[in-house]
C-alpha cells in the first residue's frame, strides 16, 4: 500500500494521483481494482447514498458505518475519510478524539477537514498525534450555508490571494495533501507550484498533482444533477432503472421465476410425505 511519503514523491516525478470516492464494500473493491491511488469515504455520502441535500447532517456514526465497509473492501488501498460537519471545530480535545475514533474504527489511514487558516491548529494536533491529514479548500460543502451555495471560489484577485494563503497554511500545518475543489484553473495551478505537498482537484483544472471525483458521478449511478467538472464514464441509471422495471413486470405477470430458477424435490420423498396423494 502506498504511504503519505509516497504522494509526495509522486508530485515529483509528475505522475498524476488517482482519487475517487467509495461509500461500500462493492465501491471499495472496484476502486481498488481500478489501481486507484486513495480512495476517499467522502461525507458527500450524505447527498449521494442518504439522501440528504447537504453534507451537514452527517453524522460521525455515519462516516464509521461506511468507513468500515470500505476497508473491507479495500484492505489495500490507501483510504482518506472525511471528517463531518462540527466534528473538528468545537475543541482540539473533541477534534482529537473524533480524528482518531475514524482512524482506529474503521481502519483509514488518514482524515481530510474542510478549512485552511480557520482550522490549521487541528491539522497541526492531528498530525502532532499521529493522524495524517488531507486538507479542502474552495468550495467547502460543509460551509456552503456561509459561502450561499455550491459556487466557484477564489474568481477575484482578493479571494484568490486569501485561498493561496490558506493552501500554505495546511501545507505549514503539517498536512501531505490538499483538496482544491472548483476553483478557477489558473489559480489552481499556481497553488500547486507554490506547495511541496501534493494538490488534488475537482473542478480545478488539468494542472494540480491529481483528481478526485465520486464513484456515483464517474458512473451516472446518481439521481440527481452532477456538476459540470463531472465526466461520465457510463450512464448506469436508466440501464438500472429499465432492469429493476422488467424485474418488477415479470414478477407482476408470472413470468419470473421460470422453471431454471427452481429447486425440485425427489419423486420419492414426495411420495412418502403425501403418500401418493398429490
Ligand atoms: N454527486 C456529488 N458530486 C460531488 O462532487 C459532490 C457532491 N455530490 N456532494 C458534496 C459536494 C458538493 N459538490 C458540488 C455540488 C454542486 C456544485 C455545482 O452545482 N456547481 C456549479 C457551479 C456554480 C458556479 O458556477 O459557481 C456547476 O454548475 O457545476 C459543485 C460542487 C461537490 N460534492
Ligand atoms: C468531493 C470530495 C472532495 C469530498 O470531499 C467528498 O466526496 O465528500
Ligand atoms: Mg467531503
Known amino acids: 500500500m502506498k504511504q503519505t511519503t509516497d504522494f509526495l514523491k509522486m508530485k515529483q516525478c509528475e505522475e498524476k494521483i488517482v482519487m475517487l470516492t467509495a461509500y461500500d464494500y462493492p465501491a471499495a473493491k472496484q476502486a ?68 482518531a475514533r475514524l482512524i482506529q474504527e474503521t481502519g483509514a489511514n488518514a482524515v481530510k477537514l474542510e478549512g485552511g487558516d480557520r482550522v490549521a491548529e487541528q491539522i497541526r494536533s492531528l498530525t502532532k498525534a499521529g493522524i495524517p491529514v488531507v486538507g479542502h479548500l474552495g468550495l467547502t460543502p460543509q460551509s456552503a450555508g456561509v459561502l450561499g451555495g455550491y459556487k466557484v471560489q477564489g474568481k477575484n484577485a482578493e479571494a484568490a490571494r486569501k485561498l493561496m494563503e490558506d493552501a500554505k497554511e495546511c501545507e505549514k500545518a503539517g498536512a501531505f495533501a490538499v483538496v482544491l475543489e472548483c476553483v478557477p484553473k489558473q489559480l489552481a495551478k499556481q497553488i500547486t507550484k507554490e506547495l511541496t505537498i501534493p494538490t488534488i482537484g475537482i473542478g480545478a483544472g488539468q494542472d494540480t498533482d491529481g483528481q478526485v471525483l465520486v464513484y456515483h458521478d464517474v458512473l451516472g449511478y446518481g439521481v440527481d444533477r452532477v456538476p459540470k467538472f463531472v465526466k461520465q464514464y457510463q450512464n448506469l441509471n436508466p440501464v438500472i432503472q429499465d432492469s429493476l422495471s422488467a424485474y418488477s413486470a415479470e414478477v407482476k405477470n408470472g413470468s419470473f421465476p421460470e422453471d431454471r430458477h427452481s429447486f425440485t424435490m425427489k419423486e420419492e420423498e414426495l411420495l412418502s410425505l403425501y403418500g401418493g396423494k398429490v
Open 32 to 99: 481498488e481494482n481500478a489501481e486507484v491511488d486513495m480512495i476517499l469515504v467522502g461525507d458527500s455520502l450524505g447527498m449521494v447514498v442518504l439522501g440528504y441535500d447537504s453534507t451537514v447532517p452527517v453524522t460521525m456514526e455515519d462516516m464509521i458505518h461506511h468507513g468500515k465497509a470500505v476497508k473491507r473492501g479495500a484492505k489495500d488501498t490507501f483510504i482518506v475519510i472525511d471528517m463531518p460537519f462540527m466534528s473538528y471545530h468545537l475543541s482540539i480535545k473533541d477534534t482529537l478524539i473524533n480524528g
